[in-house]
């Protein structure tokens, strides 16, 4: 029990410091000095692993040496979101560059079985008011957001300014002429003023380094990748395929937690290696109610992201809107939270009373486990030891009873820190062999590696300075959209700026104001702009000021890619590098800063 907390919590029924104790000795367990290095990259003999299994091959077109005002890199939500708000800005000489062969991104790639989005549709799904579009439900499956990408690049035009199948492989700045040249696997060498770059957080795929992986004599795929072909079937399910099929999947992150029960209903036999236990809460989806919704008014899409924003980092509302998973340890919080106004408390009591009221959340976590895995030693495996957001917590109906289909085997790998070996057509787990046909590697997406990496090329900027050398001690940015040396060039995502669960609004906003910046630049007759080396800096100081809070929580954490695999002090994992006080405070500097019209720490050339 903590000592700065009142009496009124020394009878919890439960012991927080056994249970501090517990989550130490699991991550503990855990924690691998290779942290990032335990993964391969997909690239030589592993390319192939991200080939593009929806498009037809033979595809070749001409190469383009256009000359455009904007190239965009990236046509999921973040490159969607940017083109939409150039368009409204007046902005119509877009490019946009995109591997895949359709908008979507993660939608596009990311088709298994059951693939669903675990933020409310209604704050995950952009520009609903602008394309008066309402979801089916309340939490969208993957085919509804995959059409809605579609959505709108249709409504904005944006089909006329795709290049699909393509990857860029070099950014070069040309001082001269003041043009990026974006260079691309077809052979093109387009000439623009700006770029975006939109390349996503969880765009390349990884794969664990575990022994022997690439002699495996069965078959293999990456759940973003899924294999229809071979397990008959589709986002729905009926993979008949598999029914002679004995499968492993690896990994039990938010993807397996939604496609293995539909493996485990066609297999043969399904066995999942199982390293760290996700915390599995309530679905609870339903269908939208046509009067709540025609009941909206104007405004209620940004309204409602707003609210999940404060709810999701424990600020106070007045009412919480979204009401679900996400928010609910945050219920727990406020109802904890002295309710007379003027009763102050302390910061490190604020704390306890956070730990505890996650240590009540992951309790009915655990508790849960029970009502649907009648054995009790896969039932103890399945419980997950560690503070809700140290790993994308997930919501899901039927994963936890697949477990007691006679035909699906959890295999705890946590004492041997994962797979151990992979022999012939064997996955080799605690010395055990099990002989299977197929792997299904749903081992995530890189987080940790270096941006470059993620993407897929370099950036070389003024007097060819490579953006991986002037990023290799750590992210400097103004903002975090754009670098010293770097004109003109700008990203969207997490880089320095906030983060939030809910990605696309985090995109939205980035949207609008690097669409400010660019048309300020354009309607001054300016060349180029970027941060100056003053102002980058001072962001980046404020930045890491203001994480420190952070880093005590992820050090606890149980290894995962939300604290750079354990390996905190070289990384803060996915969200480690942004702006502490949250997406709307962030939202508001910004406004401030266009309502200035300053355009204050940018230098024009
Ligand atoms: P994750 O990175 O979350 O999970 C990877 C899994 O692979 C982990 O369980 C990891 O274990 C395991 N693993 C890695 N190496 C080994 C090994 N050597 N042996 C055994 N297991 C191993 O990937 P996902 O694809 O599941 O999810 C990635 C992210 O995508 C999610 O966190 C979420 O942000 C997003 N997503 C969102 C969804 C949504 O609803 N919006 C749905 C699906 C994904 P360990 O935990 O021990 O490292």
Same mark, same amino acid.
């Given at each position: 029990m903590s000592t700065v907390?009142?009496?009124?919590?020394?009878?919890?029924?439960?012991?927080?410091?056994?249970?501090?104790?517990?989550?130490?000795?699991?991550?503990?367990?855990?924690?691998?000095?290779d942290a990032n290095e335990q993964y391969v990259e997909v690239e030589g003999k592993f390319a192939h692993v991200v080939d593009d299994p929806y498009v037809e091959p033979g595809f070749s077109r001409e190469p383009l040496e256009d000359d455009v005002d904007v190239v965009i890199i990236?046509?999921?939500?973040g490159g969607l979101l940017a083109a939409a708000r150039f368009r409204e800005a007046g902005i119509e000489d877009i490019r946009i560059i995109e591997a895949g062969g359709d908008f979507g991104g993660t939608w596009y790639w990311n088709r298994y079985p059951g693939a669903q989005c675990d933020i409310e549709s209604y704050c995950y799904l952009p520009l609903l008011e602008e394309l008066d579009y309402m979801p089916r439900e309340k939490y969208s499956y993957a085919p509804e957001i995959f059409e809605h990408s579609q959505r709108i690049a249709k409504a904005y035009d944006l089909y006329e300014a795709a290049c699909f199948q393509?990857?860029?492989t070099e950014l070069r700045w040309v001082e001269d002429s003041a043009r990026w040249i974006v260079s691309t696997d077809r052979d093109d060498a387009l000439k623009a003023r700006f770029v975006v770059m939109a390349t996503g957080p969880l765009n390349r795929p990884k794969l664990p380094a575990i022994p022997g992986i690439e002699d495996f004599e069965g078959h293999t795929f990456h759940t973003s990748r899924w294999d229809y072909e071979y397990t008959g079937g589709d986002h729905n399910g009926n993979l008949t395929k598999l029914g002679d099929k004995v499968? $492993?999947?690896?990994?039990?992150?938010?993807?397996?937690? &939604?496609?293995a029960p539909?493996?485990? %209903?066609?297999?043969?036999? @399904?066995?999942?290696?199982?390293r760290t236990p996700s915390s599995v809460d309530i679905r609870g989806n339903k269908p939208t109610d046509p009067e709540w919704a025609k009941s909206l008014k104007p405004g209620w899409q940004r309204a409602r992201r707003e609210n999940f924003n404060d709810m999701v980092i424990g600020r106070p509302v007045e009412e919480d809107l979204v009401n679900d998973g996400w928010t609910d340890i945050f219920r727990?919080? $406020?109802?904890?939270?002295?309710?007379?106004?003027?009763? &102050?408390?302390?910061?490190?009591?604020? %704390?306890?009373?956070?730990? @505890?009221?996650?240590?009540?959340?992951?309790n009915g976590i655990r508790a849960r486990v029970n009502k649907f895995v009648a054995d009790s030693k896969t039932a103890e495996a399945l419980k997950p030891w560690y503070r809700q957001f140290c790993k994308r917590p997930t919501f899901n109906d039927e994963y936890l009873a697949t477990f007691d289909r006679g035909n699906v085997t959890l295999v705890d790998t946590s004492q041997s820190q994962g797979v151990e070996r992979i022999v012939d057509n064997t996955v080799i787990a605690n010395g055990i062999s099990y002989e299977v046909d197929c792997i299904i590697f749903a081992t995530g997406f890189e987080v940790g590696t270096s941006y470059t990496r993620r993407s897929g090329y370099e950036i070389h900027g003024q007097n060819g300075l490579k953006l991986s050398d002037y990023w290799a001690d750590g992210l400097r940015t103004l903002h975090g959209f754009s670098s010293h040396g770097f004109p003109n060039c700008f990203q969207v995502g997490f880089s320095q700026n906030a983060f939030s669960v809910n990605l696309t609004a985090v995109l939205d906003d980035q949207a609008q104001h690097v669409a400010y910046i660019v048309n300020e630049v354009m309607s001054r007759d300016a060349r180029y702009v970027h941060p100056?080396?003053?102002?980058?800096?001072?962001?980046?100081?404020?930045?890491?000021?203001l994480a420190v809070s952070n880093t005590a929580f992820f050090e606890a954490c149980t290894p995962g890619y939300y604290n750079n695999e354990g390996d905190v002090a070289a990384g803060r994992g996915i969200g480690g590098e942004s702006y502490a006080p949250g997406l709307n405070v962030f939202n508001k500097?910004?406004?401030?800063?266009?309502?200035?019209?300053?355009?204050e720490g940018l230098e024009f050339g």
């Amino acid at each position: 029990m903590s000592t700065v907390l009142p009496r009124k919590y020394s009878n919890l029924g439960f012991d927080p410091d056994a249970l501090r104790e517990k989550y130490r000795e699991e991550r503990d367990k855990r924690l691998r000095p290779d942290a990032n290095e335990q993964y391969v990259e997909v690239e030589g003999k592993f390319a192939h692993v991200v080939d593009d299994p929806y498009v037809e091959p033979g595809f070749s077109r001409e190469p383009l040496e256009d000359d455009v005002d904007v190239v965009i890199i990236g046509g999921g939500f973040g490159g969607l979101l940017a083109a939409a708000r150039f368009r409204e800005a007046g902005i119509e000489d877009i490019r946009i560059i995109e591997a895949g062969g359709d908008f979507g991104g993660t939608w596009y790639w990311n088709r298994y079985p059951g693939a669903q989005c675990d933020i409310e549709s209604y704050c995950y799904l952009p520009l609903l008011e602008e394309l008066d579009y309402m979801p089916r439900e309340k939490y969208s499956y993957a085919p509804e957001i995959f059409e809605h990408s579609q959505r709108i690049a249709k409504a904005y035009d944006l089909y006329e300014a795709a290049c699909f199948q393509t990857k860029v492989t070099e950014l070069r700045w040309v001082e001269d002429s003041a043009r990026w040249i974006v260079s691309t696997d077809r052979d093109d060498a387009l000439k623009a003023r700006f770029v975006v770059m939109a390349t996503g957080p969880l765009n390349r795929p990884k794969l664990p380094a575990i022994p022997g992986i690439e002699d495996f004599e069965g078959h293999t795929f990456h759940t973003s990748r899924w294999d229809y072909e071979y397990t008959g079937g589709d986002h729905n399910g009926n993979l008949t395929k598999l029914g002679d099929k004995v499968v $492993a999947i690896i990994g039990t992150g938010a993807t397996t937690i &939604q496609a293995a029960p539909y493996v485990g %209903a066609h297999a043969k036999h @399904l066995y999942v290696f199982q390293r760290t236990p996700s915390s599995v809460d309530i679905r609870g989806n339903k269908p939208t109610d046509p009067e709540w919704a025609k009941s909206l008014k104007p405004g209620w899409q940004r309204a409602r992201r707003e609210n999940f924003n404060d709810m999701v980092i424990g600020r106070p509302v007045e009412e919480d809107l979204v009401n679900d998973g996400w928010t609910d340890i945050f219920r727990t919080l $406020a109802n904890m939270m002295p309710q007379d106004k003027d009763e &102050q408390i302390s910061m490190e009591e604020a %704390a306890a009373l956070a730990e @505890l009221a996650d240590f009540k959340k992951m309790n009915g976590i655990r508790a849960r486990v029970n009502k649907f895995v009648a054995d009790s030693k896969t039932a103890e495996a399945l419980k997950p030891w560690y503070r809700q957001f140290c790993k994308r917590p997930t919501f899901n109906d039927e994963y936890l009873a697949t477990f007691d289909r006679g035909n699906v085997t959890l295999v705890d790998t946590s004492q041997s820190q994962g797979v151990e070996r992979i022999v012939d057509n064997t996955v080799i787990a605690n010395g055990i062999s099990y002989e299977v046909d197929c792997i299904i590697f749903a081992t995530g997406f890189e987080v940790g590696t270096s941006y470059t990496r993620r993407s897929g090329y370099e950036i070389h900027g003024q007097n060819g300075l490579k953006l991986s050398d002037y990023w290799a001690d750590g992210l400097r940015t103004l903002h975090g959209f754009s670098s010293h040396g770097f004109p003109n060039c700008f990203q969207v995502g997490f880089s320095q700026n906030a983060f939030s669960v809910n990605l696309t609004a985090v995109l939205d906003d980035q949207a609008q104001h690097v669409a400010y910046i660019v048309n300020e630049v354009m309607s001054r007759d300016a060349r180029y702009v970027h941060p100056t080396s003053e102002a980058e800096a001072e962001w980046v100081g404020t930045i890491r000021r203001l994480a420190v809070s952070n880093t005590a929580f992820f050090e606890a954490c149980t290894p995962g890619y939300y604290n750079n695999e354990g390996d905190v002090a070289a990384g803060r994992g996915i969200g480690g590098e942004s702006y502490a006080p949250g997406l709307n405070v962030f939202n508001k500097l910004l406004a401030k800063w266009r309502e200035e019209g300053e355009l204050e720490g940018l230098e024009f050339g």
